[in-house]
C-alpha cells in the first residue's frame, strides 16, 4: 500500500503539519503561509466545520500542488463521494465513520488514485488491535480520541490517553489527533513519536472558527521539535 509519498512522510525526521476543518479563504491562506503540509475540508452537515461543494471547489484551486488536500467524510454516500471528487479533487478521503473494509475498497476501486486515510478513535488498546483491519486496505491511520454521546466523530478538543501508542507498530503512516494544541503538542509527539499531526479545535477561537494566530503558532511550535 506504500507509495513514495506516504513512505517520506513516515520515515523522515521532520513532523508533517495537517490543518483540518478550513472553511474560508482567509484561514486556509494562513494555513499554507504557515506551511501546513495538509489541508482538511469537512463534508459532514453535522460538523460546524462542515462546508458546501461550492466554497470547497474555490477553495481547492488555491491549494498548491506540494500541500495534500483531504476530504473528511463520515459513511458518506456514492452520490456524496462523487460531488466531493468533482469539486474538491481531494488527495486524500479521511473516512470518520463507522465505514468497512470492502467500504474501503469499493472506494478504491471507483477511485483508483485516491488515497484513503480511516480514522480510528482510540480509548484503550483494544482499539488499535481493533484498528489492524484496515491496514491491508487503507493508505493511513489517523487515531482520534474516541467520543462519547457526542454528534461528532472529532474535532472535540478532547485528547486521549497517549499511553497506548508508545509502543504500537502501525505498519502504514499514521496521523494522531485529538485535543492537540500548542501547550501540549510537544509531550504528545515525545509520547508517541508521531510524524504526522492533525489539528482541528486546537487552532479554533470558537467551534468551527479558525484562528490566524493560533494556526501560525501551532505550525511555529511543531517545526521547533
Known amino acids: 500500500m506504500y507509495d513514495e509519498y506516504a513512505y517520506d512522510a513516515r520515515e523522515t525526521m521532520s513532523i508533517q503539519v495537517k490543518i483540518c476543518g478550513l472553511k474560508d479563504e482567509k484561514t486556509l491562506r494562513a494555513a499554507i503561509d504557515a506551511g501546513a503540509d495538509y489541508v482538511g475540508f469537512v463534508f459532514y452537515p453535522k460538523s460546524p466545520r462542515s462546508i458546501m461543494y461550492q466554497t470547497a471547489a474555490k477553495l481547492g484551486t488555491m491549494v498548491p500542488t506540494s500541500i495534500k488536500k483531504v476530504a473528511l467524510i463520515v459513511d458518506a454516500t456514492d452520490q456524496e463521494i462523487s460531488q466531493i471528487m468533482s469539486s474538491l479533487l481531494p488527495d486524500f478521503l479521511q473516512l470518520h465513520g463507522a465505514e468497512s473494509e470492502d467500504r474501503i475498497v469499493e472506494i478504491k476501486k471507483t477511485y483508483p488514485n485516491i488515497k484513503i486515510i480511516k480514522a480510528v478513535n482510540v480509548a484503550e488498546q483494544s482499539d488499535l488491535e481493533a484498528a489492524q483491519k484496515f491496514f491491508n486496505c487503507a493508505d493511513m491511520m489517523l487515531f482520534d480520541a474516541k467520543h462519547s454521546g457526542q454528534d461528532l466523530p472529532g474535532g472535540n478538543g478532547v485528547p486521549f490517553d497517549w499511553e497506548v501508542l508508545k509502543d504500537f507498530d502501525c505498519p502504514l503512516p499514521w496521523m494522531l489527533a485529538g485535543g492537540l494544541r500548542v501547550e501540549n503538542i510537544a509531550q ?38
Open 188 to 225: 504528545a509527539i515525545k509520547m508517541t513519536r508521531c510524524k504526522i499531526i492533525d489539528v482541528s479545535s486546537g487552532v479554533e477561537s470558537a467551534p468551527g472558527e479558525k484562528d490566524i494566530k493560533k494556526i501560525k503558532a501551532f505550525v511555529e511550535a511543531v517545526s521547533l521539535l
